[in-house]
């Protein structure tokens, strides 16, 4: 009975990283400086596709609001942009977190 009990304390201290790691993103590069063309906007915010086929979601601060973002993907839709900030990485894709939006 003991060793088995074991085996499962055990098995979930070996297991238990990978619980907390699936699903979080990962932070991949900091401090980035990706060029990118703006896509279509999603209900989730904005994208953009870089010259090596990579999409990335942008990520904004709370204190852009969706006012900002509609006239930014208004503004720069189909055009390259340079976003500066740390990239992320999960199952679902590539983020990338600026501290503003450029040109604001």
Not at 11 to 26: D, I, K, R
Not at 43 to 69: C, H, K, M, N, R
Request: proline residues 6%; glycine residues 8%; hydrophobic residues 45%.
């Amino acid at each position: 009975m003991k060793a088995a009990v074991y085996a499962v304390v055990l098995f979930l201290l070996v297991s238990a990283p990978g619980w907390a790691a699936s699903g979080q993103p990962v932070l991949v590069e900091k401090g980035a400086v990706i060029a990118a063309v703006v896509d279509e906007e999603d209900f989730d915010g904005l994208t953009a596709t870089a010259p090596s086929g990579a999409t990335y979601a942008i990520w904004t601060p709370p204190s852009v609001d969706y006012e900002q973002l509609s006239a930014f993907h208004r503004q720069y839709k189909n055009k390259t942009v340079t976003f500066k900030g740390d990239v992320y990485k999960d199952e679902r894709g590539l983020y990338i977190a600026v501290d503003a939006l450029p040109g604001q």
